[in-house]
């Protein structure tokens, strides 16, 4: 399911104009992936298929903006984390970007004080990601034997290392809804 499948998915549109509606009104927001996606196009981008599929491990770096953001500030200059699309975004006039790969400026923004978009997948547990790559069997049969293990390799191991990032991440977006919340 693609945002450009919007007719044919109509959830999708109400999902972006209640991401319209929590930006107007500070409500904060964490968009994963799909959630990323929809947040850009809440805030006047465009999503559109990628030049590159990203489906696997990949390095992101993070921008300089992202010393100093709430979320992304314990976040290593360099750090691993899965990937899972073949869609990307224009990066709305109105967005930090905050980490990003080789292949896209803006895996992570973030607009205004409260809504984040992470286009890779922060919440990924080593489970999660072995489960995935069984139940999503089609997304990875272009893998050959071998980079398919890799995968799974990478997965056992990558992921205890992201959780180790995801944490921070996770407690600074619970602490500024708690402050939205008591504001």
């Given at each position: 399911m693609g945002l450009d499948q919007r007719s044919a998915f109509p959830h999708l549109s109400r999902e972006i104009e209640l991401l319209?509606?929590?930006?107007?009104?500070?409500?904060?927001?964490?968009?994963?992936?799909?959630?990323?996606?929809l947040l850009a196009v809440a805030a006047g981008g465009r999503v559109f298929a990628g030049p590159v599929r990203e489906l696997g491990w990949h390095t992101l770096s993070t921008?300089?903006?992202?010393?100093?953001?709430?979320?992304?500030?314990?976040?290593?200059?360099?750090?691993?984390?899965?990937?899972?699309?073949?869609?990307?975004?224009?990066?709305?006039?109105?967005?930090?970007p905050l980490a990003r790969s080789e292949q896209y400026e803006a895996h992570a923004f973030r607009i205004g004080t409260s809504a984040y978009g992470l286009l890779f997948h922060v919440e990924v547990t080593s489970g999660m990601g072995l489960d995935w790559?069984?139940?999503?069997?089609?997304?990875?049969?272009?893998?050959?034997?071998?980079?398919?293990?890799?995968?799974?390799?990478?997965?056992?191991?990558?992921?205890?290392?992201?959780?180790e990032i995801a944490r921070p991440i996770f407690i600074a977006f619970a602490d500024i809804v708690r402050a939205r919340a008591e504001g």
């Open positions: 319209r509606a929590c930006l107007a009104n500070g409500t904060p927001v964490l968009g994963i992936c799909r959630g990323a996606e921008t300089e903006e992202a010393r100093t953001d709430p979320l992304f500030r314990t976040v290593p200059n360099n750090f691993t984390a899965l990937e899972w699309h073949s869609d990307y975004y224009d990066l709305p006039a109105n967005a930090t790559i069984a139940s999503f069997a089609e997304d990875v049969s272009s893998f050959t034997h071998s980079e398919k293990d890799q995968l799974l390799a990478q997965t056992a191991v990558e992921a205890k290392r992201l959780e």
